[in-house]
Every structure is written in C-alpha cells, then in structure tokens.
C-alpha cells in the first residue's frame, strides 16, 4: 500500500512523481464471479432471486436500484456477513461462498460508518492490520501513511466523536484501504452528506480507485452518482439484475421500463402499433431506425429530452411534433421546458446558448432525429 | 423608545439566571444538606469519641474506636475485624463477579427474542425482587438447611461435611447476594445489549476479527457502560450487606454490614460502629474510584458515567 498511496499523492504537485507506473501494477486486483445467488428473509420476502453477475477485476463496478431491490443483499453476501440460500461466489479465482467474512480479503465501507467509537482515528485505522497479527511498529507507519493519503493526517490522534460526517466517510474508507483488499465494497458511502461535499468525495473516490487499480463494489440508489462514478452498472430490482452496461449504455438503451424510469426518464409513451420504422404512440406516429425493433408489439417509446429541438431546421427525415409549451424551468445551463402535445406532457431539454427562450402559451415545432427514438420492453 | 445599555441587560440577565438557579437548587441542596451532609458529619464526629458505659458516643475526642476496628483491643490484637473486611471484599468480589457471568448471556438472550417477549422476560428476572429479602433468605434457608435434597446431594458428592448441609455457610451467602443482586446486572445490561450497533459488530468481522475477538473489540466494549453501571449497583449495596450474611451465614459468614450493625444493636458500641461505616465508605469510594479507572481505560478514554 506504501507505494500506491505515493502513488496518489503524485497527483499533487509537490510531491514526488517517481513511483507513479511502477506501483500501479503492483496491486493485485481481483475479479468477481457470482452464479444462481439466492437470498430469502423468512418465508415471504425474496432479497435475491437468482443473481448471475461477473465483475471484471479493477472495474469499478456499481448496484444500483431502489431501496429492497437486493443491492444490499449482495454486497452483503460478497462481504460474508450474510450467507446466500443457494448460489456461488468466486473472488480470484478461488469459491468463498463459505468463507466466513474475517477469512475473506474484502472489506467494507458501511454507509453508517461502523467507525469504534471507543478506539482513537488511529486505533480505527489500525484495526484490520492488528486483527491480521501486524507488530505495532509497522501498523504505525501504515497509519501515517494512509492518514497523509486521504489528507487527515494530524486527525489521527483524535477521537472518532470529535470528527465531521466527511472526515468519519473518509476514515471509514481509509479503514478499509489500508488492509489492501482484493475487493472493496462501499455500501451508499457518501448518502449521509450533503450535495457539495458528496460530489467532491465522488471525484475523490473515483481517483483513488484509479490509482489502486483496485476491484471497487458500489451500492446506491442515486443514478447520477451511479453514472458519475461507475466503469459498468447493474439495475437491479425484486431481487434480480434487470439490465448490466456501462452508464451511457444503460441511461441511453434502457432495456425495460423500470430501467428507463430509474435513470430517471420522463418521456415515456405506450405504443399501440409497430412496424418495421414506425410506431404509433399517444404522440401520434413516429419513426425510427429500423434497426430499432423489438420482438413484441407493445411496450415503450422512449424519447430523451435532450434529442429534442424546438423550433429549428427540420432535416429531411426527422420526425416532427407541433405541441404548446406548458411550463419552463430555468436551471442556467439549460433550459426545461414541458410541452403539451396530443394533451401528452413531453419534456425537452436545450442547452442555454443564448438563444432566444419560449415562453409559456407558446406553440413549437418539434422536432426529433428517429435514431434517437428508443423502443423499450415493458 | 428607550435604548437599554449593553451593561444594564446583561446585568439583568445574570439577575434572572441567578434567581433561577436558586429556585431550582435550593430544594435539593436543603434536602442533601439535611439527609446526607447532617448525619454524615453526625457520623464522623461519633467515630471520634470515646464509647460510653451503655455504648453511647461522649467525649473526649480518640481514635479508640479506629483502634478497635484495627483488632487492638483489651488483650491485644486480634485478626477478626480484618477477617470480616477480607471477607466482605471476597464475598463482593465472587458475587459481583458470579452475577456478571450469569447476566451477560441472559440479558444478551432477551434482547434476541421476540419483541412482545422482551417485557415479558425481563419482569421474570425481576419479580423476585418484589418479596421482601428475609423472606428470599428465608427461603433459601429451606432450600439449603441439612437434609434437603440439595444438601443431601452435595453431601453425598464430598462437597460438604456429612450432616453440615449448605447452610449456614459462606457458600449460603454468595448464593444469596447472587440471587438477590442478579437483577440490578440484568437490566442496566439490557439496555446496553437492546442500542447494540451490529454494524460496528460486522465491521469487526469485516477486518479480519474471529469471532472471539469480534465480541471483544465490538460488542464487550459497547456493553462496558452497562456492565460498570450493574457493577455498581451489585458491589456497592453487596459489599455493605447484613440481611444475607446475618440469616444465611451463620456465626462464620459475618459481613462488614453486621459488624457495623452489632455495634448500635447488639454489643453496643456507637463509636467502633461509626468507625465501622466511614471504613466501609472509604472502602466503597476507592472501589468507585478504580472501576472509573478500568471503565476509562477499556473505554478509551472515554468517560464512562457511573
């Protein structure tokens, strides 16, 4: 870890910038294999219903879904601190399922914390070391170390009590480092902090997870931070994994409703009949890539806000909407606006260029490229 | 409109809040001044008088009584005022110690069962409190005289000396202050078990705790402040006990309580009694003093308040 953490801290301009390539190869990263996974609570409540997921190693890999979706679950059970009811896992190759969580070379960020309150900053980092059968000495310099690499090193000698929500994140985080793990799980670390210091953990998390190189599970329900952060996301909901891809995949292609309205789509319309490049929906009829299809019928259409555009050039092709702006939310970057169309509420967004904005009453053109159309299952 | 000054509101601030605190404080200073300061100082000056002809405290001022207590008396010293000391330590010591290895998994057990239980069991664990001690003792007694089936039992094993029974013995008396004190370890335990934070348990065992050690680092901690505060409430009213040993002890099994309570009953004595309880007071602060220590030590410095 000593020569990683250099590592990092040669991102800053002072510090020595020698052993950056070196070390980055030097740690070992881990890959995940989890097949037919299965978790019930009592009788009726199914946590995961069959769970296939492989995470590749130093892939900062990310569950996402809403709250009782599984995602807990299943880092808990990489964790070993819940055993599946059927199912297996492999971590570098060799099964854990039935290791027990203090023989497994992962650890855990827990979304309270779970600093020891009783022990000293120093004490909480030193623990999975002294744990280990690390002598002092050395667990002392490893404390130093990593205490400078996360930028709290005239912390370590305080009391858990006496720290603020971000210097207890990033003590829970450095806990868990300074063990050098295969995998690291992070259970909704930065959920507990507010909007300004969750995005700059966010960037820093992401750093430090590219300089380990280190195999990163993240748990959370937020699909901004889940698209901010992650090299590959899997939806999950009722216990099962609805769609696995990297976060431009997942938020462009949704494969199923749910999916499309976790991250968090408005423009959603059903479709009441399809052929090979149209569709007719509450819209009206549009069309699209015929290379868009679906096997079934029905299901969804699905329009992003940002392929839409107001009254501008129609190029040869383009579908085309005339529809009243209903309402129009400033956000300085961009503009929203909610359109009525067919008595259908469509959203659009448009980057502010400066251009003139709509007013509300106004009646637009709209106008949308068919490749940006999306069919999706129900 | 009138500017008040700076000066003149603060002013009536401090007024106000002195008023204040004498509302509120005067009641139970008076009540501590009149209940524990009086008697205390009462007691103290009795311990350094002389003892009269019928065991009444007069003048002049000596340390007689102390020399007493310390086993000089008319024909020399004797050790059996500092038997009974030891023997309070010991009894105190082995109870408090016996209630803590029978509670801890006991409080710990009804924290996992079912809610609606939780209250059930706990009034199970208390009830027995509710009869009055000589009675509790009374049946002990009943239970453990020579003859029972318990007596006859740990004769028949070598336990004890053929047609002795259990009682009256040492072994009757730690019996009962175990029985009687178990439930002051069993609640203050229970709460500690019941606002346990698994996740600090679970990071433990995520950082390579064994389960042994997971308890130890984890949940031992977490429980100290409960253990201390049953602690007290078992050692302190154990150690200056006098129903048990008195019923249950026989002539062997006496207490620092009974020696204290012989001397304003019995052989009469005020000063050597008065004596007797400031020996049990200092006693009991150093023991207060020492389990601050220990709680500050293995709670890291943390301050544990008993």
């Known amino acids: 870890m000593s020569e990683t953490m250099t590592a990092e801290i040669a991102d800053h301009p002072d510090a020595r910038p020698a052993a950056n390539e070196r070390d980055r190869a030097n740690h070992k990263a881990s890959s995940i294999e989890m097949q037919g996974l299965q978790k019930r609570f009592g009788r009726d409540t199914v946590a995961l219903d069959g769970v296939d997921l492989n995470i590749q190693a130093g892939e900062f890999f990310t569950l996402l879904g809403p709250s009782g979706c ?33 023989q497994r070379s992962v650890n855990t960020v827990f979304q309270s914390y779970a600093l020891f309150p009783h022990l000293s900053v120093r004490e909480n980092l030193a623990f999975g070391l002294k744990m280990r059968g690390m002598p002092a000495a050395e667990r002392h310099s490893k404390v130093d170390e990593i205490a400078d690499f996360i930028k709290l090193g005239d912390l370590v000698d305080r009391h858990v009590d006496q720290l603020s929500g971000g210097q207890r994140q990033r003590i829970a985080l450095a806990r868990a480092l300074i063990c050098e793990p295969d995998v690291l799980l992070l259970d909704e670390p930065l959920s507990a902090l507010d909007a300004g210091l969750r995005s700059q953990l966010q960037v820093e998390l992401l750093r430090v997870q590219k300089r380990l190189g280190m195999t990163f599970v993240f748990v959370t329900h937020d699909q901004q931070e889940a698209m901010v952060m992650s090299d590959r996301i899997a939806v999950l909901n009722g216990g099962t994994i609805q769609q696995v891809g990297a976060p431009s995949e997942v ?5 199923n409703a749910f999916v499309a309205h976790f991250m968090g789509h408005d423009n959603l319309f059903a479709i009441s009949a399809a052929e090979d490049d149209w569709v007719d929906t509450e819209l009206g009829r549009l069309r699209l890539d ?11 259409l699905l329009i992003r806000p940002e392929t839409l555009e107001l009254d501008g050039e129609i190029p040869e092709g383009y579908n085309r909407l ?4 209903a309402e129009r939310l400033y956000r300085g970057s961009r503009i929203e606006y909610r359109l009525t169309v067919n008595g259908r509420s469509l959203m659009a967004v448009a980057s502010n260029l400066g251009q003139r904005m709509h007013n509300i009453g106004d009646r637009v053109t709209i106008s949308v490229c068919p490749e940006d159309l999306v069919r999706v299952a129900a | 409109m009138v500017r008040t000054s700076p000066m003149a509101s603060r002013r009536r601030a401090v007024v106000s809040e002195t008023r204040h605190l004498l509302f509120t404080v005067t009641p139970g200073a008076f009540w501590i001044f009149i209940f524990l300061v009086l008697p205390s100082a009462y007691l103290m000056g009795v311990a350094f008088m002389t003892n009269g002809p019928y065991g009444l405290p007069q003048m002049p001022l000596s340390l007689d009584s102390f020399e007493r207590l310390a086993g000089v008396g008319f024909l020399g010293w004797s050790p059996g005022n500092l038997y009974t000391l030891l023997r309070s330590l010991w009894q105190t010591l082995v109870s408090t110690v016996l209630v803590v290895i029978i509670a801890y998994p006991v409080a710990y057990y009804i924290t996992t069962c079912r809610e609606k239980w939780r209250p059930i069991l706990l009034l199970l664990v208390v009830v027995p409190s509710w009869t009055n001690q000589v009675i509790r003792a009374f049946g002990w007694m009943n239970l453990l005289a020579p003859g029972t089936p318990l007596s006859s039992l740990a004769e028949s094993l070598g336990l004890v000396a053929p047609n002795m029974g259990l009682y009256p013995s040492n072994f009757a008396v730690t019996l009962g202050l175990v029985y009687n004190f178990l439930p002051f370890m069993v609640l203050p335990l229970y709460a500690a078990f019941e606002k346990l934070d698994t996740a600090q348990v679970q990071a433990a065992q995520d950082l390579y705790a064994s389960p042994v050690r997971a308890f130890w680092h984890a949940v031992f901690p977490q429980t100290l402040p409960g253990l201390l505060a049953g602690t007290v409430l078992v050692a302190i009213p154990a150690f200056g006990m006098y129903v048990i040993p008195e019923l249950l002890g026989g002539g062997k099994g ?12 019995g052989s009469s004595n005020w000063p050597l009694g008065a004596a007797g309880a400031i020996l049990m007071l200092i006693a009991t602060f150093i023991g207060l003093f020492a389990m601050r220590r220990i709680g500050k030590r293995l709670g890291g410095g943390e301050e544990v308040v008993i």
């Open chain 1, 70 to 102: 599984g995602k807990t679950t299943l880092l808990r059970i990489l964790a070993g601190l819940e055993e599946p009811d059927a199912g297996s896992l492999v971590v570098g190759g060799k099964d854990i399922t039935e290791t027990p969580p203090h």
């Open chain 1, 251 to 255: 938020y462009e292609h949704p494969i």
């Open chain 1, 290 to 300: 015929p290379d868009e299809q679906r096997d079934s019928q029905d299901g969804w």
């Open chain 1, 322 to 325: 005339e529809g009243t702006v």
């Open chain 2, 254 to 265: 006496m207490m620092l309580g009974n020696l204290v309570a012989n001397q304003f009953s």
